[in-house]
């Protein structure tokens, strides 16, 4: 596993760095890599005061790409003020296979009780990335906790491609891999009583993507989505994916989000990974998710 710091000094310096200050938030950093939580935010007058939202989300999406995902407590939104905060980022995605809440499709229900075969997100994977242009980013609203547990974990794809080698980068460079949601999706809501589709989505992807607002280029394939790496053999694809997985693992691009009830994340599919615990059985954890579209990855 790679180390931060060399002896030319932690390999992050910048990412610790001092950024001009927000004038209609706070941002407190979880991490100097990743997450931070906001304050000063109420989502839902902020989607029925016109004047103050443009500038509150300025400084959101700015705190989300210097942060990668950030976090709101104390949000009691409607459904509709959800879905609407989406949307103001830009179109919403519909999921390929998962149950919804209520009538909008797009309202994705995030649930798992004692009689749940397993829980949403509980392996390493960037949400849907089998789709051809998979969701720029999700926005989880969590209105029900157990009384310990069920936190999520993510990590930074840019800080897990920034401590590759050299050598590593040059060789995953130009590289595309095979993103499969037939494995994924088959069957997978069969307890909430959803009919399989007759084909789920799979893609190919580069292995290394560049984000579209930052520049900066981040590790794109998960242990959820990503299959194969094409135009090599079999056994080097998996020995490498192998490798990636763990070293993308490294707890030191990680933050973990102790949830409250009416707490929100929202993260970067494009450069974050995200991994749900499923350790609170037998209790409940209920809310939902507004996913927003995204483009192609380069
Ligand atoms: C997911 O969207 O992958 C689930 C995340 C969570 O429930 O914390």
Redesign the pocket.
């Known amino acids: 596993m790679s180390s931060l710091a060399g002896r030319e000094g932690p390999r992050y310096k910048h990412l610790a760095d001092d950024s001009a200050p927000y004038e209609t938030i706070s941002v407190d950093k979880l991490t100097p890599i990743i997450g931070a939580e906001i304050s000063g935010v109420d989502i839902g007058k902020l989607m029925s005061d016109e004047s103050r939202a443009n500038r509150q989300m300025d400084e959101i999406h700015r705190a989300l790409a210097e942060n990668l995902v950030i976090f709101f407590r104390d949000q009691r939104i409607t459904p509709e003020q959800h879905l609407a905060f989406g949307r103001r980022f830009g179109e919403l995605h519909i999921h390929p296979a998962a149950p919804h809440e209520g009538d909008d499709p797009a309202l994705m229900r ?1 649930y798992a009780d004692q009689n749940s075969p397993r ?3 509980e392996g390493w ?1 960037s ?1 849907v990335s089998c789709d051809l242009e998979p969701p720029m980013g ?1 926005i ?1 609203h969590i209105r029900q906790c157990p009384p310990h547990g069920g936190d ?1 974990l993510f990590a930074s794809m840019y800080a897990a491609y920034e401590a590759l080698s050299e050598r590593m980068k040059t060789y995953l460079d130009g590289l595309a891999a095979f993103h499969d949601g037939e494995s994924v999706y088959r069957g997978l809501y069969a307890n909430y009583g959803v009919a399989d589709r007759p084909a789920y989505p799979s893609a190919e992807h580069p292995v290394v993507r560049t984000h579209p607002v930052t520049g900066r280029k981040a590790l794109y394939v998960n242990r959820g989505f990503t299959r194969h790496i094409i135009g090599i053999p079999r056994d080097e694809s998996d020995a490498i994916l192998s490798y990636l997985y763990q070293h993308a693992e490294n707890p030191l691009f990680q933050c973990r989000f102790r949830w409250t009830e009416n707490a929100i ?1 929202f993260w970067d599919n494009r450069c974050t990974q ?1 991994r ?1 615990m499923w350790d609170y059985w037998p209790h409940t ?1 209920a809310g939902t ?1 507004v996913t927003i579209k995204g483009e192609r990855p380069v």
């Open positions: 995030i829980a949403n997100g994977h949400d999700s989880l999520t994340a995200h749900a954890r998710r």
